[in-house]
């Protein structure tokens, strides 16, 4: 069973061809970063026309690595949602045309369904339930995972994003796009606890999370700093990133701990964009350990958007039967994109 997994909800044209039994067998991903760095952020219709130039080109060489062509494939996995309509509709176009063509079923597929799950493509006896930690640009989220499209919400952000924060405080730092790696970076040479920032909601006696308050504070910060000189100076940079860093870290990492004790499991997940940071993953390693439960990241070059984790929870649906109903036949009977879609709204079929 072969299932074509295509991810363009926003900045990154992401293929994969994944083997219910052999596992992912390609994939191929590329990178809008240099496209949107000028603008400081993604812009929707210059994403849009990308996917369009990526998509075809990215399907052939993911065919070609693993060895196959499109009449191997037993379905498409598609990104529907959420995410940015005009670049959803590029992907969902290419699956169900193709799925039509083809006469293979097309899979839509929860944008953060395919983060909550990625952790499998690694490690495949991962049991049910446990608790992911859903950590990107658009959602800070504690999920109980009981299985395939079996979730439920924990604890959630009240504004912003952990992965909106550091972008937005890369900016102000004047790290560029993307924010995480940017400041992860320069975190390295600084030093944290030379500026104090908050821990917002840290002892909140439940597991929501809150982070516009600290970027306010960034901004404070490095207004006050430039009140004293003309420039932020590097060694500033990287001590307001090192301290950034550690209040972001130190909120997930507690709620995380949060989320197991107050389920009683002892398997922690981590997905999503954030969930690349090196200092989290210290964090989680060691707070994990303590309490004699583990923790399970995907691979680093899985954690960001990419098309394996699509074709991985369509092949999860395939296998498990959970596939909605819907007709590959090519959009006659209407297909579309929903660019605002509560992951707690999935049922099982
Ligand atoms: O999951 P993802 O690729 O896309 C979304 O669905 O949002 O996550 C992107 C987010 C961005 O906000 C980016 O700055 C952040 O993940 N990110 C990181 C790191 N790598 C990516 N944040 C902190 N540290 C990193 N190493
Ligand atoms: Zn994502």
Known sequence: MRVLGIETSCDETGVALVDGERGLLAHALHSQVDLHEAYGGVVPELASRDHVRRLLPLTRKVLAEAGCTLADLDAIAVTEGPGLAGALLVGTSVAHALGYALRI???????????????????????????????????????????????????????????????????????????????AKAALDGKAGRFRLP?????????????????????????????????????????????????????????????????????????????????????????????????????????????????WAGALRLREGRVPAVASDGGASGFGVRPRWPLDSLRRP
């Open 105 to 183: 079923p097309v899979i839509p597929i929860h944008h953060l369904e395919g983060h909550l799950l990625s952790p499998l493509i690694s490690d495949p006896g991962l049991a049910f339930p446990f608790v992911a930690l859903l950590v990107s640009g658009g959602h800070s989220q504690l999920m109980r995972v009981a299985g395939v499209g079996d979730y439920e919400l924990l604890g959630d952000t009240l504004d912003d994003a952990a992965g909106e924060a550091f972008d937005k405080t890369a900016k102000l730092l004047g790290l560029g796009y993307p924010g995480g790696p940017a400041v």
């Open 199 to 311: 821990r917002p909601m840290i002892a909140s006696d439940d597991l929501e999370m809150s982070f516009s308050g600290l970027k306010t504070a960034v901004l404070t910060l490095v207004r006050a700093q430039l009140s004293l000189a003309s420039a932020l100076a590097p060694a500033t940079v990287a001590d307001i990133a090192a301290e950034f860093q550690e209040a972001v870290t130190d909120v997930l990492s507690a709620k995380s701990i949060g989320a197991l004790d107050r389920t009683g499991l002892d398997t922690l997940v981590v997905a999503g964009g954030v969930g690349a940071n090196l200092r989290l993953r210290e964090k989680l390693d060691a707070a994990v350990r303590r309490r004699g439960a583990r923790v399970v990241y995907p691979p680093v070059a899985l954690c960001t958007d990419n098309g394996a984790m699509i074709a």
